[in-house]
């Protein structure tokens, strides 16, 4: 009765030509290593962060450096996005086989593949690096002077009288699992996806926006192999001692949100604030929720999803919040499509097969199972949160291919490996033009409507 809907105007604009855009774009390899000055496109870099507030923009977007040279088949782009989700979700998994209950940090295995990007500002006088953001992820790492297999645009430490590095006895080494001590002081190994990085552990002030962090700490890549790394390093968001929000606590109280822009939004329209700010009137909050065996995480309370009008029938436990064995449902800005536990997406797919009507389905197109060659009636996806009802526009619930023919329920289901560590993804996609609202301290996230595309 609260739902919360993008008005059909808001969400009819979006979405339809940014897939459409981004089904064309997307490149074998997403973050591979360029010869090109690696900065914004020109015509983009409007430099409009201000105050605790930083643009945000897509991978794939006309702005990034990162965008690829030669475009694939709208089926293979999205078997390839699959695929890097598959990646990340083992990542996401797997956290929880770690013996020892700690945060992720640099050291363990950690996330693939995150898609949108910042402005970061590096050192004194400022570096300036396009860094991915990742609300799973603790620690930021960014590639160093002298880094074997980084991507050409580097930081250089000597440039920046403020930078120290950080000894091997400091307390901020003990943070990181394994760390051994380098010709620099405090090193380790971390993986990501299928990137090893080997990093010391530094500091030096970080500027986001208007705000200068002093002695802030983040790993300096000094190796990598693989395609997994974010040519110009990563922000991490995540729930750890490392990451941003803890060590900003002062200043940011643990609270940011964002708007995921849509891959066309040239003009950065798409948002990261850091720390309070007002509250858009329509916001709904559901609670946060913290899972001990996958402590980096955002988990809420997840119990439903209505199709339409039909609340559809899922077995509990596969939507369950259970401490034990870390199952539960996550926001996450990096996964692309939602993935939800087998027996949820059969359930809600089998009832928005029933009410669109079983004819001229396409099993399986790009990797999805749910797809039609005519133009079809679709009934709403509504997620039921403890305390907040959020239904999908269309935009964020179905993609087309390029010429439109085709239309794709645009969530999949996914087995980890580890079959007691279900784990329900809110994806990227999923929360386009949605203000996502990370608030700690209260314990609970709030969604509302904002067309930033
Ligand atoms: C969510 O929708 C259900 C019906 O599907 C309704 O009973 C419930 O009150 C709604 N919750 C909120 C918070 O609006
Ligand atoms: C790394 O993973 C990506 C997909 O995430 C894949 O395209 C690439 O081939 C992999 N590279 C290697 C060297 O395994
Ligand atoms: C950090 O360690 C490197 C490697 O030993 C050294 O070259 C550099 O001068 C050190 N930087 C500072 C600021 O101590
Ligand atoms: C990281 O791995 C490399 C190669 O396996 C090894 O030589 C190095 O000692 C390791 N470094 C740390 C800090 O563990
Ligand atoms: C990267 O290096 C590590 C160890 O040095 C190796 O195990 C891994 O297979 C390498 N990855 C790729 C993609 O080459
Ligand atoms: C960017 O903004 C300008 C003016 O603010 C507008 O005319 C233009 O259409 C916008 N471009 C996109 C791609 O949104
Ligand atoms: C559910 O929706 C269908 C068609 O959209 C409608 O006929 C039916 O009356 C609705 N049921 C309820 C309980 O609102
Ligand atoms: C959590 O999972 C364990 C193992 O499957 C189960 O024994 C326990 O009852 C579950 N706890 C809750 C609260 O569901």
Known sequence: MCDIVLTPMQAS???????????????????????????????????????????????????????????????????????????????LASLVDDRSIVPTAPGRKIIHSPTYMVRAKIGNPAQTLLMAIDNSNDASWIPCTGCEGCSSTLFVPHKSPTFKNISCYAAECKQIPNPTCGDSGCAFNLTYGNSSIEADLVQDTITLASDPLPDYTFACITKTNGTSTPPQGLLGLGR??????????????????????????????????????????????TPLLKNPRRSSLYYVNLFAIRVGNITVDIPPPALAFNRTTGAGTIFDSGTVYTRLAEPVYDAVRDEFRRQVGAKDIVTSRGGFDTCYTVPI???????????????????????????????CLAMASWAPDNVNSVLNVIANLQQQNYRVLYDVPNSRIGISPELCS
């Not at 941003?244 to 940011?252: H, M, R, V």
């Not at 720390?275 to 858009?280: D, F, H, N, R, W």
């Open 13 to 91: 604009k979006s979405l339809f030509i940014a897939m459409k855009i981004l089904l064309s774009l997307t490149p074998l390899i997403l973050f591979q290593f360029f010869s090109l000055v690696q900065g914004l496109n020109p015509k983009c870099d409007v430099q409009d962060d201000h105050g605790s507030s930083l643009q945000v923009f897509h991978v794939l977007s006309p702005c990034s450096p990162f965008k690829p040279s030669n475009p694939l088949s709208w089926e293979d782009s999205v078997l390839h996005l699959q695929a890097k989700d598959q990646v990340r979700l083992q990542s």
């Open 240 to 285: 750890g001692p490392l990451s941003l929000l803890s060590q900003t606590q002062n200043l940011y109280k643990f609270t940011f949100s964002y708007c995921l822009p849509n891959i066309k939004s040239l003009n950065f329209s798409g948002s990261l604030t850091l720390g309070p700010s007002a509250l858009p009137k329509d916001i709904k909050f």
């Open 377 to 407: 009636v679709a009934p709403t996806i509504t997620f039921l949160f403890e305390g907040m009802n959020v239904t999908l526009p269309h935009d964020n619930a179905l993609i087309h291919n390029d010429d439109g023919s085709i239309t």
